[in-house]
C-alpha cells in the first residue's frame, strides 16, 4: 500500500492517479484530517506492508526503521512530489514492496539515500 502524507498536494495525488499508481491519502482516503505525526507511525504499523512518502523532515532518522513499513523522504518542491514517487517505485532497487520494506529512504535530485533496520551505515543509489 502506498500512503501519501496528507501535506501532499491534491493535484499531485491525481497525478499519480492518472499515471495508475494506485495510492491513498492521510485524510482522505486513509486516516483522518488534521492526524499528528506522532499517530502516523502506529497508521503505518496497522497497514501492513505500507510505504509511505513524505516531505517532512522529521521522519528522516534512521531510528524510525521498521520491518513492517517503508519511510520515504522527499526533501523536494511539492510540485514535484508525484514525479518522484513515480521514479522511487521503479527503481531497480526499490521496484517492490518487498525490496522497501524496512527502510527509510530520503529521494532528491541527487539520488538515493537508503538506511536499512539492523544494518549499520547508508547507502546510495544513483537515479540512472
Known amino acids: 500500500m502506498i500512503i501519501l502524507d496528507e501535506q501532499i498536494l491534491r493535484q499531485q495525488r491525481e497525478l499519480l492517479f492518472r499515471w495508475r499508481i494506485?495510492?491513498?491519502?492521510i485524510g482522505f482516503n486513509?486516516?483522518?484530517?488534521g492526524i499528528q505525526d506522532e499517530e502516523i507511525i502506529p497508521l503505518l504499523l496497522?497497514?501492513?506492508?505500507?510505504?509511505?512518502?513524505?516531505r517532512d523532515a522529521?521522519?528522516?532518522d534512521p531510528a524510525l526503521c521498521?520491518?513492517?513499513?517503508c519511510l520515504v523522504h522527499l526533501p523536494i518542491d511539492k510540485s514535484e512530489v508525484a514525479t518522484?514517487?513515480?521514479r522511487v517505485l521503479r527503481h531497480p532497487q526499490l521496484d517492490t514492496q518487498r525490496k522497501r520494506i524496512g527502510k527509510l529512504i530520503r529521494a532528491s535530485r541527487r539520488?538515493?539515500?537508503v538506511w536499512q533496520r539492523n544494518v549499520q551505515g547508508e547507502v546510495h543509489y544513483s537515479w540512472a
Open 111 to 113: 539520488g538515493l539515500v
Open 30 to 33: 486513509i486516516g483522518r484530517a
Open 22 to 25: 494506485r495510492v491513498r491519502q
Open 58 to 60: 522529521g521522519f528522516c
Open 46 to 54: 496497522r497497514n501492513k506492508s505500507a510505504t509511505f512518502f513524505t
Open 84 to 86: 518522484y514517487v513515480r
Open 66 to 69: 521498521h520491518n513492517h513499513y
